[in-house]
DNA sequence: ACCTGAACACCGTTCAAGT
DNA sequence: ACCTGAACACCGTTCAAGT
């Protein structure tokens, strides 16, 4: 059996030594080529040449090992212009599209992100972005760090949901489910769904986006935090 | 082998007839008993005494299966006090609140609801009543429609990611990571997160909650629809 | 210490064949 | 038409045994 050995030694000079970097690295070219789903602990194993028992050596688990790839991907994030100043809310939204766009092509990520809060490097200068671009536009402290909650929770969903359908469903299918289910609505039993249907499914997804920002940033600088009023309700039973 | 038909008929006289509703009613039994990670085709058509390929004559997939499920917990939904009036904020912050902690227990039918839009009786009943309060809080048609959208992913993104948490992880151990994070963060290269560390996770989840909700539904009356000058951005790459 | 074969305990979905 | 056994093509994770 040693020559065997020899000759495999031969023809793959290159297998890389079992590190944890090399295995996300591994993780990130799988993703890249045939999507995250293809991301398995078997799958990497046969792509790095050893049996998936050996991986957990390194990795804890599958969720660790997407989270790793998920800050791979957010140092793409929006290197784009800064824009403080009057523009800091579009900048915001700028931002986040941008983010949402990442996430977007790769859904299971987006989920990974949302379960997992991700806390790798690159993921925490997209916060310390935005908190720096809420705060220029004049928010509270609080309201800057529970408005960043806020919006990355939101971009995140957007992602995972669109993202989501567009690879699941047969994209007609899915709306046309909802649209239906608008449409046939009993105006009796669904009066205002009847009357606003059109508005329910109005305009394209960025103005949505960027509608659905700009509600969200008013309203950060507005509401004023809790202990100031508002608070207090019963708990989930 | 009719002998042996004739027992298995004696000894199971209850074997319901294979119907969709009665594969939904199983699914939701299942569900309760022991998650809804056990509700699969196998598990089910094991709990219907046949096999997993019968259960495609009814369902075409786990999707489909698990959204009729999910429409059934929606019946669940708030039927509290409608709370009109000058409390119409309150009352969506409990509508919602409600919703949300139905899907806290059953996170992964909250990755369901993001993923393929619920269509059922119960969820449009949801969406209705969502309606109704915002436009008597006064909101346009088109912020309330479009309002609606935001909260219900809001709500829903909220009780993935709080639901699914609490199961999968240690529950330390993922919080400490992102308090770990910040806490090592440098200040020198994360300047805001340093500073807005405490506030970043402060409040209780209702506290949090409450704040977001009011943050959009003030937001939602205030900011106009596009059209009205904010739109028009680049799109994603 | 690191690595691994093999096993355990599962999945969704399809399809040819039966009734 | 409805139902199903069997198969296809996978999963994550553990563990005893090796080096």
Redesign the interface.
């Known amino acids: 059996v040693q020559v065997s050995n020899q000759r495999s030694r031969r023809e793959r000079p290159s297998k890389p030594a079992l590190t944890r970097d090399g295995i996300v690295a591994a993780a990130v070219a799988v993703m890249k080529a045939e999507g995250l789903e293809r991301v398995t602990m078997r799958r990497l194993a046969a792509e790095l040449d050893t049996g998936p028992a050996s991986l957990y050596v390194y990795v804890r688990n599958t ?1 660790e090992l997407h989270a790793a790839v998920l800050d791979q991907l957010l140092g793409l994030v929006g290197l784009s212009p800064s824009g403080e100043g009057a523009q800091w809310a ?1 900048a915001v ?2 931002v986040l ?2 983010y ?2 990442i996430l ?1 092509e790769h859904p299971a990520l987006a ?1 990974s992100a ?4 991700p ?1 790798g490097p690159n993921y ?2 997209l ?2 972005r935005l ?2 671009l809420l ?1 220029n536009g004049g928010t509270s ?2 309201g ?7 919006l990355l ?2 971009a ?3 992602a ?2 669109h993202g ?2 567009r690879q ?2 047969n994209a007609d299918e ?2 046309e ?2 649209t ?2 608008i449409e046939l ?1 009993a105006p009796s ?5 009847a ?2 249907g059109d ?2 499914v ?2 394209t997804p ?3 986006f ?3 920002v ?7 600088s ?2 004023p ?2 202990g100031s009023g ?2 207090s ?5």
């Open positions: 969720a579009n939204v700028d599209w941008s949402t766009g977007f989920r949302l379960v997992t809060r806390s925490l200068a916060v310390e908190l720096r705060r402290d609080t800057a760090a529970w408005g960043v909650d806020l929770l939101f995140t969903s957007i995972l949901e989501t359908r699941v469903v899915d709306r489910a909802l239906l289910a609505a039993t669904y009066p205002n769904i009357e606003l508005a329910l109005s305009g960025h103005e949505r960027a509608w659905h700009h509600v969200m940033l008013s309203g950060i507005t509401i935090e809790p508002a608070g309700h019963r708990g989930v039973q």
